[in-house]
């Protein structure tokens, strides 16, 4: 008997039958499951399903108990109770004492699937991660902790993020500050995103993220393009370096936008047009073709041309969205909402994205999760 894991619905499928679980229901399930045939004590559980918690024993038989309960309905799989020792998941055709998937605690197994992880993210192919990190199972491997959270963020879990124990809130931060500058004036994002800095609350390669690229957007959608266009110069400077060639897209693809914003000559935008053209044959990131489909797109707009220009920003938001990346294609839409408001105030086309940046806030949660997100943000920000 086989049972499908989906850790990012707390889902378990088996003979087409699907069940949800809680979240720590699916851990520990999860867990029983990847050992199945072996046998834990409670201390054990808490310490592999509870890490850096302090719950009590009775906390595991309670789970058990939720646990049995909801699997009868897939049938056969059974939780067994050790006497004196602890429990052991049962299943129909494993064999008692054997590990069914014994290449999961393999180090050099973790590390390449790590490197595809890697591989999957630099390439924006958010659709490959979720199928690879819902087969962890049938391949028997162990997603790397990281991974494990940036399945979340590609899937635009917002809830968890925000309340996860899983990850320590240092790791999610970054994360959780790209959700929250979508929301509310540009303006406003600038000053809480310059104290960030300031206070250095980030990890270090996220807090260089945060000041030579995310900052550039926040400051051309605040109307300070000038400012964006000086941090600039020490974007290019850190992207020059060796182990940065995989943000030269999205910095380029960046630089366009500012200018753009700026009121730069169609002859300069068209120069660099065709610099984040070649760069992208050579490069061709998912995440950042559709990027710059969508600011081609909102220059085409800015000259009038609105059907080529409309037809652009779709190409866009249908590559991102193909993509996997949730949040990626809602910073799509919050760019172009903010274009529209700058330059095309009150116009169809104006009201048209404000509906559509609307309708992607709501569907990822952002809507309802903002008052949560910004009281955690600020109460960290303004501690001492």
């Given at each position: ?6 850790g990012?619905?707390y ?5 087409g039958l699907t069940i949800e679980?809680?979240?720590?229901e699916?851990?520990l ?7 199945r045939?072996?046998t834990f ?8 399903v ?18 049995r ?16 020792f602890?429990?052991s ?8 004492g054997?590990?069914?998937?014994p290449?999961?605690?393999?180090p050099?197994?973790r ?10 993210h ?5 659709q490959s991660?979720?199928?690879l990190?819902r087969?962890?199972d ?23 993020l925000?309340?996860?124990d899983e990850?320590?809130?240092k790791d999610?931060l970054f994360?959780?500050n790209?959700?929250?500058f979508?929301?509310?004036?540009p303006?406003?994002?600038v ?6 800095i ?6 270090e ?5 945060l000041?030579?690229?995310t900052?550039?957007?926040l400051y051309t959608?605040?109307?300070q ?7 600039l ?23 366009l ?6 009121g ?10 065709e ?7 050579d ?9 710059y ?5 909102l220059w ?5 041309q ?14 991102l969205e193909?993509?996997?990346?949730i ?7 919050y760019?172009?909402h903010h274009?529209?408001?700058m ?7 104006d009201?048209?994205?404000e509906?559509?940046f ?10 309802r ?15 001492p």
């Amino acid at each position: 008997m086989h049972l499908e894991l989906n850790g990012s619905e707390y889902k378990v499928s088996s003979g087409g039958l699907t069940i949800e679980l809680l979240p720590k229901e699916f851990a520990l399930l999860q867990f029983l499951y990847r050992n199945r045939g072996r046998t834990f004590s409670r201390e054990q559980l808490l310490d592999k399903v509870w890490p850096m918690e302090y719950p009590v024993e009775r906390t595991v038989d309670d789970h058990i108990y939720r646990l049995r309960k909801k699997l009868r309905q897939l049938g056969g799989i059974d939780i067994k109770t050790i006497r004196g020792f602890g429990y052991s998941l049962a299943i129909p055709g494993s064999l008692e004492g054997v590990a069914m998937n014994p290449a999961t605690n393999d180090p050099e197994l973790r590390n390449t699937m790590r490197e595809v992880f890697m591989k999957f993210h630099v390439y924006g192919q958010g659709q490959s991660m979720l199928t690879l990190a819902r087969q962890q199972d049938i391949l028997g491997y162990e997603l790397d902790p990281h991974y494990s959270m940036v399945v979340h963020f590609v899937q635009g879990d917002l809830d968890w993020l925000i309340h996860t124990d899983e990850v320590p809130l240092k790791d999610r931060l970054f994360y959780l500050n790209l959700f929250y500058f979508f929301i509310g004036e540009p303006g406003v994002k600038v000053e809480y995103a310059e104290r960030l800095i300031k206070k250095k609350l980030l990890n270090e390669p996220e807090q260089l993220e945060l000041e030579i690229l995310t900052m550039l957007d926040l400051y051309t959608l605040a109307g300070q393009p000038e400012k964006a266009l000086e941090r600039l110069k020490r974007s290019y400077q850190v992207i020059s370096e060796p182990g940065f060639e995989n943000f030269v897209p999205v910095t380029v693809i960046t630089e366009l936008f500012i200018h753009l914003v700026a009121g730069a000559g169609d002859v300069e935008l068209e120069r660099m047009d065709e610099a984040a053209s070649r760069i992208l044959q050579d490069k061709p990131f998912l995440r950042e073709i559709g990027g710059y489909k969508v600011v081609k797109g909102l220059w085409k707009l800015r000259r009038a041309q609105w059907a080529e220009g409309e037809k652009l920003i779709h190409e866009g938001l249908q590559v991102l969205e193909m993509s996997g990346f949730i949040p990626l294609r809602l910073y799509a839409l919050y760019r172009t909402h903010h274009f529209c408001r700058m330059f095309l105030t009150g116009s169809a086309l104006d009201r048209k994205y404000e509906r559509l940046f609307t309708a992607e806030l709501e569907a990822c949660g952002l809507t309802r999760l903002e008052q949560s997100l910004e009281d955690l943000l600020l109460r960290l920000l303004e501690a001492p």
